[in-house]
Every structure is written in structure tokens, then in C-alpha cells.
């Protein structure tokens, strides 16, 4: 499981970081054409905006496997042993419960939703539901983390 886990971040890692190229290559090209060429690129704001959405739902997910992602450990730092495990299986479980309801039932939802109404983006005239398909593939990701931890703090014993 672990050398899955390690593959799945590796790659996400890589799709963050040309997602991160493409935005600032796309943000420079529009400054660029607006201020230098006194001629701004249509497509270029609404491509900055969709990168924007997969940079922040990736990334909350890749954020989650490396536990930087923003949470109160006030209450967990000082637990230990049984109680530490079974407020960590907790939190994830809550964790995995949201991202199966709201990001993969709900985000397939919206998908199905904008390809039934045939929406596409007014500048670049992509389909919505395209840009939509982070929601629950974000969400996948944070159920398969989510389950990587959960099976990490039943299996680990504490020194």
C-alpha cells in the first residue's frame, strides 16, 4: 500500500507542479499582452481561473497526504496511545465521509448536471464539466489518503 500511496503523490506532486508552471506562464503572457502590446488576451483571465481551481482542490488533496493542510491539533499534539489512534481514525473518517458526500456524489452530480445542460466557458468555449471534474477527483484522492491513514493509525503501534 505504501509504494501506491508514494506513486499517487509523486504523481500528483508532478501535476501540481506544471499546473503551477501554466499559471504563471499563462498570467505572465496576459500582462504581457495587455500592458506591452496594448492588446489583452480573451482566454488568458479565464484560463487563470480554472488552473486556480484545480491548483487548490489538488492541492488541498495533496496537502491532506502531508498533513500541512490547516487543522487544530491542539487537542491530538498531547494525547497518546488509545486515544490519540481513535481521534485520528475519527478525524479521517469525518474526513472521508465529507469528501465521498460532498466532493465525489455532489461533484459527479455537477458534472452530470453541466454536460446534461450542454454549459461551456464563455472565453475558451471548454465544457464545464471538464473543469468540473476536479471537484471528484479530489475528492477520490482524499478518500484514498484518508484510508491510508486510518489503516496507518490502527496498524501502528506507539513507542
Known amino acids: 500500500?505504501?509504494?501506491?500511496?508514494?506513486?499517487?503523490?509523486?504523481?500528483?506532486?508532478?501535476?501540481?507542479?506544471?499546473?503551477?508552471?501554466?499559471?504563471?506562464?499563462?498570467?505572465?503572457?496576459?500582462?504581457?499582452?495587455?500592458?506591452?502590446?496594448?492588446?489583452?488576451?480573451?482566454?488568458t483571465e479565464e484560463m487563470a481561473r480554472f488552473l486556480l481551481i484545480w491548483i487548490g482542490?489538488?492541492?488541498?488533496?495533496?496537502?491532506?497526504?502531508?498533513?500541512?493542510?490547516?487543522?487544530?491539533?491542539?487537542f491530538t499534539y498531547k494525547l497518546t496511545g488509545k486515544k490519540k489512534q481513535v481521534i485520528e481514525i475519527l478525524?479521517?473518517?469525518?474526513?472521508?465521509l465529507f469528501a465521498l458526500i460532498v466532493m465525489v456524489i455532489g461533484g459527479f452530480k455537477l458534472m452530470s448536471m453541466?454536460?446534461?445542460?450542454?454549459?461551456?466557458?464563455?472565453?475558451?468555449?471548454?465544457?464545464?464539466?471538464y473543469i468540473y471534474f476536479v471537484i471528484p477527483?479530489?475528492?477520490?484522492?482524499?478518500i484514498f489518503y484518508s484510508i491510508d491513514f486510518m489503516v496507518k493509525a490502527l496498524t501502528t503501534k506507539e513507542k
Do not use: C, P
Not at 478525524?91 to 472521508?96: A, K, P, S
Open 1 to 43: 500500500m505504501e509504494t501506491i500511496v508514494k506513486g499517487v503523490t509523486r504523481i500528483l506532486g508532478w501535476v501540481l507542479m506544471i499546473l503551477m508552471t501554466l499559471i504563471v506562464l499563462d498570467v505572465t503572457w496576459q500582462v504581457f499582452t495587455r500592458f506591452m502590446m496594448q492588446n489583452s488576451s480573451s482566454w
Open 91 to 96: 478525524i479521517y473518517l469525518f474526513v472521508l
Open 114 to 129: 453541466t454536460f446534461q445542460l450542454n454549459q461551456t466557458s464563455a472565453a475558451m468555449g471548454i465544457k464545464m464539466a
Open 137 to 142: 477527483l479530489s475528492g477520490i484522492l482524499m
Open 57 to 74: 482542490l489538488l492541492g488541498a488533496s495533496y496537502t491532506l497526504h502531508t498533513r500541512m493542510h490547516l487543522g487544530i491539533d491542539i
